[in-house]
């Protein structure tokens, strides 16, 4: 009886804080909140978000947790307004630094956080300049390490002609530090840079997929 109640008592789902985020455009809807919460479970949740407008989605993730995990607590949303420049910046970072510096900023104090980022912004005449990203940022509890997961694209190009730049990137941390490209494309565009591209199913698949053609396969559509 003490075996198996140690058992149950080491394979408990252990409470940590967490912090959603979906942006669009000019808008950055977020949530956090505590929960005792397995990997399954909240992506189940994120699945149930993907399908609803990004400002409703704090209404989705509440109503998930209200229904699903009674072990939940603290739980706080908000809106804000985006800046184009911080935003490209941020991607830029996402995509091309080797530390995984930036996803533990955003993250904040967070234990956990996971985000989407589907952006864009017409500059001068046709011309757009945009990204698309979801991002992954875990601790484990036994090292401590940061485990992050990015995919993600920067792109520039010309509403009419459709002619212009990207750069898509899957990446990963291997070894709590360092962030590592597992695929990557410079030129044509991987995610579409028009039309409905479905970054919430990127981050709802964002451990299995590992090359852009699967990632095109689950966003472009």
């Not at 699945?47 to 939940?72: K, Q």
């Not at 500059?123 to 997961?149: I, W």
């Not at 010309?158 to 002619?163: E, N, P, S, V």
């Not at 899957?170 to 709590?176: A, C, E, F, Q």
């Amino acid at each position: 009886m003490n075996k198996q109640m140690t058992k149950q008592k080491e394979q408990k789902t252990a409470m940590q804080t967490y912090r959603i985020e979906f942006g669009s455009d000019d808008r950055l809807y977020s949530v956090s909140f505590k929960a005792a919460i397995a990997r399954p479970e909240l992506y189940e949740m994120l699945a149930a978000a993907r399908g609803s407008l990004y400002e409703n989605f704090p209404e989705v993730i509440w109503a998930y947790l209200d229904s699903h995990c009674p072990e939940n607590s603290d739980f706080a949303s908000g809106a804000s307004c985006l800046e184009h420049d911080n935003v490209m910046a941020a991607a830029g970072r996402l995509l091309y630094d080797g530390s995984c510096d930036i996803l533990d900023q955003i993250a904040g104090g967070a234990d956990a956080y996971y985000g989407i980022m589907d952006h864009q912004r017409r500059m001068d005449g046709n011309y757009c300049e945009g990204c698309y990203c979801a991002v992954s940022r875990t601790v484990s509890g036994q090292s401590g390490f940061s485990e992050c997961h990015v995919i993600g694209q920067i792109f520039g190009c010309d509403a009419q002609r459709g002619m212009g730049e990207s750069f898509f990137a899957i990446r990963k941390s291997m070894d709590g530090r360092q962030m590592y490209t597992l695929d990557q494309s410079d030129g044509y565009p991987v995610l579409g840079p028009f039309g409905c591209v479905d970054v919430a199913g990127l981050l709802v698949n964002i451990h299995s997929i590992v090359t852009k053609e699967e990632a095109a396969r689950v966003a472009n559509r």
